[in-house]
């Protein structure tokens, strides 16, 4: 079945403690995105990646981090968290060719 | 940049009447894609509509339609015959014909439905 499976689903954390939230697609798609998704604002791409090595900026990328060392999984980092950085997450994959975007389940980042 | 804008933040209908969802969008590309995407409270995104810009019809699946005018940048949501299973966060989105799959997405219609 094709997934794109993101772990922890749930997570509350505290201000300035790391943390990393996986994301892993089994279809072989070249692009993987992450974005974040907050009341009124709908969702926005924090970061995204166009094979293995290659990153790049969305529009939030302030505060996050990425890396692209095999082409299935796409971690999102955040190295020292902030309250502002609570919301829900969600990764997707693609081919760079196809016309549709697979999403993750969503994970939910509480920061206080 | 492109912009994607739903100016109706809530909307509710009477089960199994008809309800449309506005969406607006800006851009100077000419070849791009349109989707609707449903987000119910399981938060899970549900590609619910596909149009592409280079095609004049409207797409439909099911008991779902959009009114697509391209020079207008309008691309709106038609559901016949609402059910209670439409009720779910519904949310417009762009992406260019090429380069990265990046989607813009609108701020989100809230859909109720009343039985």
């Known amino acids: 079945e094709a997934q794109v499976t993101q772990n922890p689903r749930y997570l509350i954390t505290v201000t300035g403690k790391k943390l990393t939230v996986t994301c892993s697609q089994n279809?072989?798609?070249?692009?993987m995105s992450w974005y974040r998704q907050d009341p009124g604002l709908g969702l926005r791409q924090i970061y995204y990646?166009?094979?293995?090595?290659?990153?790049d900026k969305g529009d939030v990328p302030e505060g996050y981090k990425v890396s692209r060392k095999e082409k299935r999984n796409f971690p999102l980092i955040l190295e020292s968290p902030s309250p502002n950085q609570t919301s829900l997450y969600f990764c997707?994959?693609?081919?760079?060719?196809?016309?549709?975007?697979?999403f993750g389940e969503g994970s939910w980042l509480t920061v206080v | 940049a492109q912009t994607v804008t739903q100016s109706q933040p809530e909307m509710s209908v009477q089960e199994a009447e008809t309800v449309t969802l506005s969406c607006t969008y800006d851009?100077?590309?000419?070849?791009?894609?349109l989707f609707w995407y449903k987000q119910p409270p399981s938060r899970q995104m549900i590609l619910v509509i596909r149009?592409?810009?280079?095609?004049?019809q409207n797409a439909t699946e099911n008991r779902f339609s959009v009114n697509f005018q391209k020079a207008a940048k309008s691309f709106s949501l038609k559901i016949s015959d609402s059910q209670l299973g439409d009720a779910a966060m519904y949310f417009c989105?762009?992406?260019?014909?090429?380069?990265?799959?990046?989607?813009?997405f609108g701020q989100g219609t809230r859909l109720t439905i009343n039985p």
């Open positions: 997707a994959s693609a081919r760079l060719s196809g016309n549709t975007i697979y």
């Open positions: 279809m072989n798609h070249e692009y």
């Open positions: 990646s166009m094979n293995v090595e290659v990153t």
């Open positions: 851009t100077s590309e000419s070849d791009y894609y």
């Open positions: 149009q592409e810009a280079y095609k004049q």
């Open positions: 989105a762009y992406r260019g014909f090429e380069g990265a799959q990046k989607l813009v």
